[in-house]
Protein backbone atom coordinates (compact mmCIF):
# COMPACT_ATOMS: atom_id res chain seq x y z
CA UNK A 1 0.00 0.00 0.00
CA UNK A 2 1.66 3.61 -0.89
CA UNK A 3 1.06 5.91 1.87
CA UNK A 4 0.96 9.77 1.03
CA UNK A 5 1.09 13.03 2.72
CA UNK A 6 -1.94 15.21 2.79
CA UNK A 7 -0.36 18.42 3.53
CA UNK A 8 1.59 21.36 2.05
CA UNK A 9 3.31 21.83 4.92
CA UNK A 10 7.23 21.60 3.75
CA UNK A 11 8.33 21.03 7.07
CA UNK A 12 6.19 18.02 8.00
CA UNK A 13 6.89 17.00 4.20
CA UNK A 14 11.02 16.81 5.53
CA UNK A 15 10.04 15.27 8.51
CA UNK A 16 8.05 12.16 7.46
CA UNK A 17 10.21 11.87 4.05
CA UNK A 18 13.18 11.37 6.28
CA UNK A 19 11.46 8.16 7.69
CA UNK A 20 11.78 6.06 3.92
CA UNK A 21 8.77 5.38 3.69
CA UNK A 22 6.62 8.45 1.80
CA UNK A 23 5.52 7.73 -1.03
CA UNK A 24 3.81 10.50 -2.55
CA UNK A 25 1.79 13.91 -1.74
CA UNK A 26 -1.65 14.90 -1.62
CA UNK A 27 -2.72 18.80 -2.11
CA UNK A 28 -5.92 20.59 -2.95
CA UNK A 29 -6.68 24.62 -2.66
CA UNK A 30 -7.49 24.89 1.03
CA UNK A 31 -3.89 23.27 2.09
CA UNK A 32 -2.08 25.56 -0.22
CA UNK A 33 -4.34 28.63 1.50
CA UNK A 34 -2.92 27.17 4.84
CA UNK A 35 0.70 26.77 3.65
CA UNK A 36 0.61 30.60 2.81
CA UNK A 37 3.05 30.56 0.23
CA UNK A 38 2.76 31.04 -3.87
CA UNK A 39 1.16 27.78 -5.48
CA UNK A 40 3.48 26.64 -7.99
CA UNK A 41 6.92 27.56 -5.31
CA UNK A 42 5.59 25.79 -2.63
CA UNK A 43 4.33 22.23 -5.41
CA UNK A 44 7.98 22.75 -6.93
CA UNK A 45 9.67 22.56 -3.34
CA UNK A 46 7.25 19.42 -2.06
CA UNK A 47 8.44 17.39 -5.87
CA UNK A 48 12.07 18.07 -4.94
CA UNK A 49 11.66 16.67 -1.66
CA UNK A 50 9.70 13.79 -2.68
CA UNK A 51 9.90 11.73 -5.88
CA UNK A 52 6.69 10.41 -5.74
CA UNK A 53 3.31 11.52 -7.05
CA UNK A 54 2.39 15.13 -6.03
CA UNK A 55 -0.98 16.20 -6.24
CA UNK A 56 -1.56 19.94 -7.73
CA UNK A 57 -5.18 20.30 -7.98
CA UNK A 58 -6.75 22.61 -10.70
CA UNK A 59 -9.12 25.51 -9.97
CA UNK A 60 -11.16 26.02 -13.32
CA UNK A 61 -14.31 24.42 -13.54
CA UNK A 62 -14.66 24.44 -17.25
CA UNK A 63 -13.19 21.29 -19.54
CA UNK A 64 -10.76 23.69 -21.29
CA UNK A 65 -9.65 25.85 -18.47
CA UNK A 66 -8.98 22.57 -16.46
CA UNK A 67 -6.65 21.60 -19.30
CA UNK A 68 -4.97 24.47 -20.05
CA UNK A 69 -4.33 24.52 -16.07
CA UNK A 70 -2.89 20.93 -16.32
CA UNK A 71 -0.21 21.56 -19.34
CA UNK A 72 0.86 24.84 -17.20
CA UNK A 73 1.21 22.59 -14.43
CA UNK A 74 3.14 20.09 -16.61
CA UNK A 75 5.12 22.38 -18.37
CA UNK A 76 6.39 24.27 -15.06
CA UNK A 77 6.59 21.88 -12.41
CA UNK A 78 8.82 18.76 -12.11
CA UNK A 79 7.54 15.44 -13.79
CA UNK A 80 6.30 14.18 -10.53
CA UNK A 81 3.50 16.40 -10.13
CA UNK A 82 0.37 15.13 -11.14
CA UNK A 83 -3.06 16.85 -11.82
CA UNK A 84 -5.79 16.82 -9.70
CA UNK A 85 -9.01 17.24 -11.33
CA UNK A 86 -12.72 17.65 -9.49
CA UNK A 87 -15.09 14.90 -10.36
CA UNK A 88 -17.32 16.63 -12.44
CA UNK A 89 -18.58 16.21 -16.32
CA UNK A 90 -16.17 18.66 -17.25
CA UNK A 91 -13.41 17.48 -14.81
CA UNK A 92 -14.36 13.51 -15.99
CA UNK A 93 -13.78 15.08 -20.13
CA UNK A 94 -10.17 16.91 -18.92
CA UNK A 95 -9.08 13.57 -17.33
CA UNK A 96 -9.87 11.78 -20.72
CA UNK A 97 -8.10 14.34 -22.52
CA UNK A 98 -4.86 14.40 -20.61
CA UNK A 99 -5.22 10.47 -19.73
CA UNK A 100 -4.78 10.70 -23.85
CA UNK A 101 -1.70 12.88 -23.62
CA UNK A 102 -0.16 10.76 -21.27
CA UNK A 103 -0.74 13.24 -18.39
CA UNK A 104 -0.95 11.14 -15.27
CA UNK A 105 -4.44 12.45 -12.95
CA UNK A 106 -6.11 12.20 -9.68
CA UNK A 107 -9.93 12.30 -10.13
CA UNK A 108 -10.97 14.10 -6.40
CA UNK A 109 -14.30 15.01 -4.22
CA UNK A 110 -15.60 11.01 -5.19
CA UNK A 111 -18.60 10.49 -3.05
CA UNK A 112 -20.05 7.55 -5.01
CA UNK A 113 -18.84 4.37 -6.39
CA UNK A 114 -20.42 5.59 -9.56
CA UNK A 115 -18.21 8.16 -9.83
CA UNK A 116 -14.97 6.04 -8.93
CA UNK A 117 -15.76 4.04 -12.26
CA UNK A 118 -16.45 6.99 -14.24
CA UNK A 119 -13.28 8.40 -13.49
CA UNK A 120 -11.65 4.87 -14.19
CA UNK A 121 -13.08 4.67 -17.17
CA UNK A 122 -11.48 8.28 -18.13
CA UNK A 123 -8.60 6.94 -17.05
CA UNK A 124 -7.80 8.41 -14.06
CA UNK A 125 -4.36 7.20 -12.74
CA UNK A 126 -5.98 7.93 -9.09
CA UNK A 127 -9.36 8.46 -7.82
CA UNK A 128 -9.85 9.86 -4.34
CA UNK A 129 -12.66 8.73 -2.44
CA UNK A 130 -12.81 11.19 0.69
CA UNK A 131 -13.78 8.71 3.86
CA UNK A 132 -13.97 11.45 6.69
CA UNK A 133 -16.56 13.84 4.52
CA UNK A 134 -18.88 11.17 4.63
CA UNK A 135 -18.62 10.02 8.38
CA UNK A 136 -19.36 13.80 8.85
CA UNK A 137 -22.45 13.62 7.19
CA UNK A 138 -23.20 10.63 9.42
CA UNK A 139 -22.68 7.80 7.02
CA UNK A 140 -19.52 5.01 7.06
CA UNK A 141 -17.31 6.53 4.56
CA UNK A 142 -15.51 3.15 5.14
CA UNK A 143 -18.32 1.32 3.04
CA UNK A 144 -17.69 3.32 0.16
CA UNK A 145 -13.66 2.00 0.09
CA UNK A 146 -15.45 -1.42 0.37
CA UNK A 147 -17.80 -1.14 -2.18
CA UNK A 148 -15.02 0.76 -4.86
CA UNK A 149 -12.63 -2.61 -4.34
CA UNK A 150 -15.86 -4.81 -4.80
CA UNK A 151 -16.50 -2.92 -7.81
CA UNK A 152 -12.47 -2.99 -8.85
CA UNK A 153 -12.77 -6.64 -8.40
CA UNK A 154 -15.46 -6.96 -10.75
CA UNK A 155 -13.43 -5.56 -13.50
CA UNK A 156 -9.66 -6.69 -13.27
CA UNK A 157 -8.87 -4.12 -16.69
CA UNK A 158 -9.29 -1.28 -14.56
CA UNK A 159 -5.82 -0.38 -13.38
CA UNK A 160 -7.05 3.39 -11.32
CA UNK A 161 -5.91 3.06 -8.22
CA UNK A 162 -7.88 3.88 -5.32
CA UNK A 163 -6.60 6.45 -2.88
CA UNK A 164 -7.95 6.79 0.43
CA UNK A 165 -8.56 10.17 1.25
CA UNK A 166 -10.33 12.47 3.94
CA UNK A 167 -8.64 10.12 6.41
CA UNK A 168 -9.23 11.21 10.45
CA UNK A 169 -7.33 8.70 12.61
CA UNK A 170 -5.16 5.58 11.92
CA UNK A 171 -8.56 3.12 12.02
CA UNK A 172 -9.47 4.58 8.92
CA UNK A 173 -5.93 3.43 7.55
CA UNK A 174 -6.19 0.09 9.23
CA UNK A 175 -9.27 -0.59 7.61
CA UNK A 176 -8.52 0.73 4.40
CA UNK A 177 -5.67 -1.49 4.35
CA UNK A 178 -7.91 -4.78 5.15
CA UNK A 179 -9.95 -4.01 1.96
CA UNK A 180 -7.39 -3.30 -0.21
CA UNK A 181 -6.93 0.37 -0.85
CA UNK A 182 -4.04 1.21 -3.12
CA UNK A 183 -2.96 4.28 -1.40
CA UNK A 184 -3.61 6.46 1.85
CA UNK A 185 -3.21 9.81 1.80
CA UNK A 186 -2.97 11.30 5.58
CA UNK A 187 -1.94 14.16 7.80
CA UNK A 188 1.61 14.37 9.00
CA UNK A 189 -0.56 13.40 12.52
CA UNK A 190 -1.72 9.76 11.26
CA UNK A 191 1.59 8.98 10.27
CA UNK A 192 2.62 9.21 13.75
CA UNK A 193 0.13 7.58 15.61
CA UNK A 194 0.22 5.07 13.01
CA UNK A 195 3.85 4.16 13.98
CA UNK A 196 3.75 4.97 18.01
CA UNK A 197 2.89 1.85 20.46
CA UNK A 198 3.93 2.85 24.04
CA UNK A 199 5.22 -0.75 24.29
CA UNK A 200 7.21 0.23 22.47
CA UNK A 201 8.67 3.27 24.10
CA UNK A 202 8.71 1.10 27.75
CA UNK A 203 10.81 -1.43 25.74
CA UNK A 204 13.41 1.16 24.52
CA UNK A 205 13.16 2.67 28.06
CA UNK A 206 14.17 -0.84 29.62
CA UNK A 207 17.03 -2.06 27.25
CA UNK A 208 18.40 1.63 27.85
CA UNK A 209 18.84 1.31 31.41
CA UNK A 210 19.85 -2.73 31.14
CA UNK A 211 22.50 -1.50 28.64
CA UNK A 212 23.78 1.18 30.94
CA UNK A 213 24.13 -1.69 33.76
CA UNK A 214 26.00 -2.96 31.24
CA UNK A 215 28.25 -0.59 30.07
CA UNK A 216 28.93 0.13 34.04
CA UNK A 217 30.28 -3.40 35.02
CA UNK A 218 32.73 -2.89 32.09
CA UNK A 219 31.03 -5.59 29.46
CA UNK A 220 29.83 -3.32 26.48
C1 LIG B 1 -7.28 14.57 -0.60
O1 LIG B 1 -6.55 14.58 -1.56
C2 LIG B 1 -7.74 15.77 0.11
O2 LIG B 1 -6.74 16.77 0.02
C3 LIG B 1 -7.97 15.54 1.57
O3 LIG B 1 -7.77 14.20 1.95
C4 LIG B 1 -9.21 16.17 2.11
O4 LIG B 1 -9.28 15.92 3.48
P1 LIG B 1 -10.24 16.74 4.45
O5 LIG B 1 -11.63 16.21 4.29
O6 LIG B 1 -9.68 16.45 5.82
O7 LIG B 1 -10.12 18.19 4.05
Redesign the pocket.
Given at each position: MEFFL?TADVDEIREIAAWGILDGV?T?P??IKKSGRDFKQVVAEIASICSGPI?AEVTALDTEGMIEQALVLKDELPDNVIIKIPCTPEGLAATKALTDKGIKTNV?LIFSSSQALMAAKAGATYV?P?I??IDDTGHEGMNLIAEIMTTWDNYPEITTKVLA???RHPTHVLQCIQLGAHTA?MPAKIFRQLMKHPLTDKGIDGFMKDWADVEAAGNA
Open positions: DTNSLSTSFGRASIT
